[in-house]
Each structure stands twice: as structure tokens, then as C-alpha cells.
């Protein structure tokens, strides 16, 4: 099995380019310790990344501050507490996993298409990709609110395919969580998991991706 003949290379950014655990566990243990609240780990903060940053701040609250009332207007001020946290350190201990500058080189020079499609917020996936020095590799990229719908949604890829103008059968999506792998399955793409990074501590193979990846630099054999 490989991917010769695609021209397109959709990449989730979390878990499967780039390790922003540290990051994020950060910011939410300033938005904790606003509220007075004990910090997490980062192996409690794990298993809350894939579905975006509201969802992520809610399950932390649920996790460190239990007996808190969730209204909207609670959730919604401790959103932006978390959010100016992130913004304020977003690539600080945030790194790339081994082999990735390499492989991306590889990719590019073989002629396909890079892109970026992540359930993060889009202002902050260029400072990252600035500050790592890889945003030249990508010729774009979707965040959770750049369109109606995010991932396990087909839309955003759909939106990739067209813009970049090619079809489904020529594109292939790369991703750590069952979140890509369901968004790829949706879009009837092929897909191809990681096996290194978050997804909610469940072993993406369950999901079946058209090929699970163990490593990053693995993708030169496919491609
Ligand atoms: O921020 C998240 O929840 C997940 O981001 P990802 O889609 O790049 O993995
Ligand atoms: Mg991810």
C-alpha cells in the first residue's frame, strides 16, 4: 500500500505534527488557578484534546472544579481566561515530534500539496507554525471556526479538496485522533493514523485508517 499517486496531503496539527501538550496544559492551569482551582497534569489534560478549545476548557472544569455550576456565561469567562492564556505563551514548550522537518522537506520535494486541518483555533495555528519554522512548508490551513463545521465533520476537508483543487480520491488525510480518521471516513478519503499522539488514550488502529503510522518520517515509505 501507498500514496504515489495522491496529489494532496491534509495534516492534523495536535498529536500528529506538532506535541503542544505542555502548552496547553499551561494555559488551563492559569484559567484553574484563576478560580483558586487545583492544576492538572498533563496526562489529565491528554485525554481532553481533539474536539477544540471550548470542549477542552469544559471537560479541565469538570475534572479539576466538580462541583461547579456549568452555566454558559461561567463557561464562556473561563473560555476567554484560557483563551488569553494560550494566546499569551502558545509555542513555548510546544515542539515538533522526531522526524516530522524532515519528512515535510521530503514531501515538498516530492511535489504534493501540504495543508493543515486542526480543531484548533485558526489564530493560533500561524504563530506556531512561524515559531517552529515550518509555515512555508503549508500552502494552508483550517482551524475549528474557519468554517460552519470541524472535524469529525467531512467539511473541512471537502473545503481543503476544492480549494486546492483536486478531488477526494487524489487527497489523504493525516491524523493522530478519531477525529481525522471519522472526518476522512465521512469524505470517503483515504486516511492514515499516528500512533503516537493523543486520541483520547484509545489506539487509532480501532478506527480503522487505510494504514496506521507508527512514526512520523514512516510517511516517506508511503509517499
Ligand atoms: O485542539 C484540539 O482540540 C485538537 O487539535 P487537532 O485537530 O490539531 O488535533
Ligand atoms: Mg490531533
Not at 68 to 90: G, H, I, P, Q, R
Amino acid at each position: 500500500m501507498n500514496f504515489k499517486d495522491k496529489d494532496l496531503i491534509i495534516f492534523d496539527f495536535d498529536g500528529t505534527l506538532i506535541n503542544s501538550i505542555p502548552d496547553l496544559t499551561l494555559a488551563i492551569n492559569k484559567m484553574l488557578a484563576h478560580y483558586n482551582a487545583p492544576p492538572l497534569t498533563i496526562e489529565d489534560v491528554t485525554p481532553f484534546i481533539g474536539n477544540g478549545a471550548k470542549p477542552l476548557v469544559k471537560r479541565a472544569i469538570i475534572r479539576a472544579m466538580p462541583d461547579t455550576d456549568l452555566s454558559d456565561t461561567f463557561l464562556e469567562e473561563a473560555f476567554n481566561v484560557y483563551f488569553s492564556a494560550y494566546k499569551a505563551e502558545t509555542c513555548k514548550d510546544t515542539f515538533m515530534y522526531p522526524g516530522v522537518l524532515e519528512t515535510l522537506k521530503y514531501l515538498k520535494s516530492k511535489g504534493y500539496t501540504l495543508v493543515i486541518c486542526t480543531n484548533k483555533p485558526y489564530g493560533f495555528i500561524a504563530p506556531i507554525l512561524e515559531t517552529l519554522g515550518i509555515k512555508d512548508y503549508f500552502k494552508t490551513w483550517v482551524g475549528e471556526d474557519s468554517l460552519p463545521k470541524k472535524k469529525p465533520d467531512a467539511l473541512p476537508l471537502l473545503h481543503l479538496v476544492e480549494t486546492m483543487q483536486t478531488t477526494v480520491a487524489k487527497s489523504v488525510m493525516v491524523g493522530d485522533s478519531k477525529n481525522d480518521i471519522l472526518a476522512a471516513q465521512h469524505a470517503k478519503m483515504d486516511s492514515i493514523g499516528v500512533s503516537y499522539g493523543y486520541n483520547y488514550n484509545e489506539n487509532i488502529a480501532d478506527y480503522n485508517p487505510t494504514v496506521v503510522a507508527n512514526q512520523f518520517a514512516d510517511l516517506q515509505d508511503l509517499f
